[in-house]
């Protein structure tokens, strides 16, 4: 049984940066598809970046692109998303999920997965 533990939410001022990490715990890092969602309040949930594990691509929401980037350490079995720049609007609660049997060959398939099967708590961002 996979878990997902997220740590490193926290409220910071505009222009910021901050380092999420998501421990897992029950799975293997290979052949999966790994993310990043967040949810604002009012909003429905939507994907921030994906990465999938065997090459290891990547894909961005537009809205984070150039300021964002998701990585995994094998060792540690971790999904890193580190925030820079960040803006009021990317104030949410973050997610990390993994989808163990995703069938995808690229982070582009990863991103248009909607049946990531696992999920962490979730941990809040705020930028102010």
């Known amino acids: 049984h996979v878990q997902l533990v997220e740590s490193g939410g926290g409220s910071v001022q505009a222009g910021g940066s901050l380092k999420l990490s998501c421990s897992a715990s029950g799975a293997t890092l290979s052949n999966i598809c790994m993310g990043w969602f967040r949810q604002a309040p009012g909003n429905e949930r939507e994907g921030v970046a994906v990465?999938?594990?065997?090459?290891?691509?990547?894909e961005y929401h537009n809205s984070v692109k150039g300021r964002f980037v998701i990585s995994r350490d094998d060792v540690k079995q971790t999904l890193d998303l580190q925030m820079s720049s960040l803006k009021p609007d990317d104030t949410a609660t973050y997610y990390c999920?993994?989808?163990?049997?995703?069938?995808?060959?690229?982070?582009?398939?990863?991103?248009?997965?909607?049946?990531?099967?696992?999920w962490g708590q979730g941990t809040q961002v705020t930028v102010s």
């Open positions: 999920a993994v989808l163990e049997t995703s069938f995808c060959a690229n982070a582009y398939c990863c991103w248009l997965k909607n049946d990531y099967n696992f």
């Open positions: 990465i999938y594990t065997i090459d290891p691509s990547t």
